[in-house]
Structure formats: structure tokens, C-alpha cells
């Protein structure tokens, strides 16, 4: 079956240094990819998504392109903030009896230090 | 504001204990789904709904029940709750018919089961 796998955690960085959270995906079909945020004591949310082949996802300065030859969708940001610090989700979507089934990875937990 | 609403957000019950969590979403959305959260595994889903009166299992299932009389609700039902139930709960809803459509999380049920 589908299956997502994420780097492990916990992470921690200082203020400003550079973030990537690797991401790889197993699916028969041609999935939607995502990622999700966790902030604590909240709901996941998304941060970014792409449908296709070469789409770029983006959004709050964080960035993830969809990578079919080597299965992967990693988030990037330039300069992390204190504010980032949270738990990321990398997810597939894939219709299943005609419904959108999310297939999550374990997560990664962010710490970000002043 | 669209949002999804779960209740409690926090619950202590003892082994065997009959309980409810419930779950309403204000997007008209077809599609609901539970997830329960622990360490290391990510998001794995429980039960999900495609629309009123029709459910099925997710991947973990056992020991648990739903039910979908309208299309806003969708209770989660332990009917003998054991400590092995002890997790991080989430209710998400989304529209039918698309597997890049975002998916909507309630803030979560932290249920502890002694």
C-alpha cells in the first residue's frame, strides 16, 4: 500500500539557519503530495501542497517540489523563525473508492532557539 | 468560519467505560474522517464517512464504532475503551471527488484511558 517516510526527529535549529525536512513516498497511482502543520495544542493545518510532477508548493517562506524520479517532496526554508516551531506532517493523497484517503508520515518535531 | 469542532478536548476514563467523542464540521463537506496520533506512527486512520448513513473502515479500526445520521456530524464511539485507546484524536472533513483538496482538523481529543 501507499506509505510516506519522513526524516526523524526531533530538530532543533537556531534562529535563521536553513531547514529541511526530508520526505520520501511510496504509492501505486499518482498522488497529490502535502505537507501538514501541527502547532501546539492545535489541529494540523496545511502549509503547502502540490498535484503533479515538477510543482513546486510554497507558502510562509517554506518551500517543497514534487519530485517523481526519486519519490520525494522535502520542505526547505531559508531562515527560520522562532514562530516555526511545531510538528510537520508529510502526507499523500490518493483517491480511494472515490474518496481522498491522506497517508501520513510519523512527523517531525521542530525547535527552533532564539 | 470554517471550521471542524471536536469535543472534549481532553478526557480521563477508566478501562470498559462507554464514551463519545463528537465531531461537527459548517463546510457541507461530504467526506469525514477520524485519525488517532502516537509517537513515531504519524496520522492513522480510524473510520471515515463518504457521505450520510455510509461508513467504512480506515486502517486501524478495532474497537471503535461511528456513525454519520447528518452530514455536519460524525461521533466517535468507544464502546469498551482500554488503555491501549490512549492517544492523540482527530476528526477532519473535506469535499468528495478530488485528492488535492484540502483537509479541514479539529483541534484535537486527548484521551487517556486508566
Known amino acids: 500500500g501507499d506509505s510516506v517516510t519522513q526524516m526523524e526527529g526531533p530538530v532543533t535549529l537556531s534562529e535563521e539557519a536553513f531547514l529541511t525536512i526530508n520526505c520520501t513516498y511510496t504509492?501505486?497511482?499518482?498522488?497529490?503530495l502535502f505537507w501538514y502543520v501541527q502547532y501546539p495544542g492545535e489541529g494540523l493545518q496545511l502549509l503547502l501542497k502540490a498535484t503533479k510532477a515538477d510543482d513546486k508548493g510554497s507558502n510562509k517562506g517554506f518551500e517543497a517540489t514534487y519530485r517523481k524520479e526519486t519519490t520525494s517532496f522535502h520542505l526547505e526554508k531559508g531562515s527560520v523563525q522562532v514562530s516555526d516551531s511545531a510538528v510537520y506532517f508529510c502526507?499523500?493523497?490518493?483517491?480511494?473508492?472515490?474518496?481522498?484517503?491522506?497517508?501520513f508520515g510519523q512527523g517531525t518535531r521542530l525547535t527552533i532557539n532564539p | 468560519e470554517a471550521q471542524v469542532t471536536q469535543n472534549p478536548r481532553y478526557l480521563i476514563t477508566v478501562t470498559g467505560k462507554k464514551l463519545t467523542v463528537t465531531c461537527s464540521q459548517n463546510m457541507n463537506h461530504e467526506y469525514m474522517s477520524w485519525y488517532r496520533q502516537d509517537p513515531g506512527l504519524g496520522l492513522r486512520q480510524i473510520y471515515y464517512s463518504m457521505n450520510v448513513e455510509v461508513t467504512d473502515k480506515g486502517d486501524v479500526p478495532e474497537g471503535y464504532k461511528v456513525s454519520r445520521k447528518e452530514k455536519r456530524n460524525f461521533p466517535l464511539i468507544l464502546e469498551s475503551p482500554s488503555p491501549n485507546q490512549t492517544s492523540l484524536y482527530f476528526c477532519?472533513?473535506?469535499?468528495?471527488?478530488?485528492?488535492?483538496?484540502?483537509?479541514?482538523f479539529g483541534q484535537g481529543t486527548r484521551l487517556t484511558v486508566v
Open positions: 477532519a472533513s473535506s469535499p468528495l471527488g478530488q485528492s488535492n483538496t484540502e483537509a479541514f
Open positions: 502526507a499523500l493523497s490518493d483517491r480511494y473508492q472515490g474518496a481522498q484517503k491522506l497517508v
Open positions: 504509492a501505486t497511482g499518482y498522488p497529490s
